[in-house]
């Protein structure tokens, strides 16, 4: 029954009016997620629609362009020192915030107690200090060549509540009455009104052109708003919804898959019963029929066997494994083998079912019943649980921030991790302070190895992120960090 209904979510739908923004209408974007706030990442969780107001109405020392790209936001210029630890900014004169104000806010979202998602990927920063009213200097402990790509994030846009309009290209106009919508203006002398719920105020006259809708919804709700009409860009998508999306019968050319690169596939969370033995964690990665996941679920997603892709910036080429390029059904055959082997060495371990946590909606349901097939077939019974459910395997679906091999392997820290190795911890913290990029290469080729061989990781691919864009929305670019500037939807051609 749940196939029959996916497949009638994938068929062209029988009537469809969505189309061309005009070109003197503000866009509507419908980012997928609950209403959008905002918020400090510092100082609480933040949602994908809070993550796309925040990068409207605030930005950092730097921010990402259309395309993914390093361009200037706060500061105007800057310059890195030839051994890579000290990056100097000059902060537009203009700007909201001074540079003591940038220090300010940047050593309170890498401070110890902060609740920012970056903040353990910047634990080289040494100082961050205010030279003048607009230089500002971070000094780092050891060169960090992916420090701009982080600076750039929404997670460390500075935002400013007592700064006229924020610091980034829009400023909260209004909301609506049941806070379904917010109205983002252009220009900066536009009125603003920053806290989390803005309530009403007088407006400028300003070029509705230059004006966005926002608005956090379902799905279902927001795919059906695009189809009608109502919404000129969708935002926000994952595996989990992508059927929906395909259900657009003009997806052909509206639907915006990123080329992202991060973790999706599943972390192994228990040690227990038969996932004591990592050659039995191998088993499952080396059953699992990737090829099948990504073809059914998108064209063009491919799929990945290792924690870190290769081409990164500190480890082009990491850990494959030797398994990844034999058939499929000598695979199964090993699994098999290596599974039924050792029951017959431990009769007394019972077996359990493995709790597998996995996101609720179609996507999570069809990669689950994926996933349990193939691992039916070696002996292993599988049942989904909440993401948030004590669970043996957790599914992770993370886009990285930057294209450093440390942002992969940390994640599986044993700090982080329940499963984890120590010789790769130890690794791990001798590449953090190496200030030679080869031997900084060098340790993170030791831990990327140290945790293939105890297998703590299960890829199945990139993440999948995806967009439903109008099309003469010209100035949308797919890029891999799946952040989109909603000031450069429209090209200023």
Not at 32 to 60: E, K, N
Not at 193 to 200: E, I, L
Not at 287 to 309: E, H, K, M, Q
Not at 432 to 447: E, K, Q
Request: glycine share 6%.
């Amino acid at each position: 029954m749940r196939y029959l209904l996916l497949l009638l979510l994938l068929l062209p739908a029988a009537c469809d009016t969505s189309g061309d923004v005009p070109n003197d209408e503000p866009v509507a974007v419908s980012v997928i997620g609950p209403r959008p706030r905002l918020v400090d990442p510092s100082r609480r969780g933040y949602t994908p629609p809070d993550a796309v107001l925040l990068g409207a109405v605030a930005q950092g020392l730097v921010r990402l362009d259309a395309a993914g790209q390093i361009e200037p936001g706060l500061a105007i210029r800057w310059d890195v020192s030839d051994d890579g630890l000290y990056y100097t900014f000059r902060i537009n004169s203009d700007a909201a915030l001074d540079a003591a104000a940038v220090a300010r806010r940047l050593r309170a979202a890498i401070a110890p107690a902060s609740d920012n998602p970056l903040a353990s990927e910047l634990t080289a920063i040494a100082e961050i200090v205010a030279v003048t009213d607009e230089v500002v200097e971070i000094r780092l402990a050891a060169p960090r060549p992916d420090l701009l790509l982080l600076l750039a994030q929404p997670a460390l846009a500075l935002f400013d509540k007592g700064a006229p309009g924020g610091t980034g290209p829009f400023r909260v106009l209004r909301r609506t009455r049941d806070g379904d919508r917010l109205t983002l203006v252009r220009p900066a002398d536009a009125p603003a009104s920053p806290d989390d719920d803005p309530a009403d105020v007088p407006a400028e006259p300003n070029d509705p052109a230059t004006d966005i809708l926002l608005r956090g919804e379902r799905a279902a709700k927001a795919v059906a708003r695009f189809k009608a009409g109502g919404a000129g860009v969708v935002l926000g998508g994952r595996f989990t919804d992508i059927a929906i999306a395909r259900a657009d019968g003009r997806a052909a050319t509206t639907l915006h898959i990123d080329p992202t690169t991060g973790l999706f596939g599943f972390a192994i969370v228990s040690n227990q019963g038969i996932l004591s033995a990592p050659e039995n964690r191998l088993a499952l990665a080396v059953a699992l029929d990737r090829d099948r996941i990504v073809r059914l679920f998108a064209d063009g997603w491919t799929s990945r066997t290792g924690i870190v892709p290769a081409g990164g910036d500190d480890l082009p080429d990491p850990v494959v494994p030797d398994w990844s390029a034999a058939p499929l059904t000598q695979r199964i055959a090993f699994a098999t083998d290596t599974i039924a082997r050792w029951r017959a060495q431990n009769p007394s371990v019972q077996p359990v079912p493995l709790r597998i946590a996995i996101p609720a909606g179609p996507g999570g349901r069809m990669l689950y019943a994926l996933a349990a097939q193939d691992w039916r077939r070696i002996g292993i019974d599988t049942i989904a649980v909440a993401t948030d459910a004590p669970a043996d395997l957790r599914l992770v679906d993370r886009v990285a921030p930057s294209g450093s091999a440390a942002w992969y392997l940390h994640r599986f820290t044993c700090d982080r991790s329940p499963l984890c190795s120590e010789r790769a911890d130890a690794a791990l913290a001798a590449a953090r302070i190496a200030r030679d990029p080869v031997t900084r290469t060098a340790r993170l080729a030791d831990a990327d190895r140290s945790l293939a061989d105890i297998a703590v990781f299960i890829a199945i691919a990139s993440p999948l992120r995806w967009a439903l864009v109008a099309p003469n929305l010209n100035g949308y670019r797919d890029n891999p960090r799946a952040i989109h500037a909603l000031d450069a939807l429209r090209s200023p051609d």
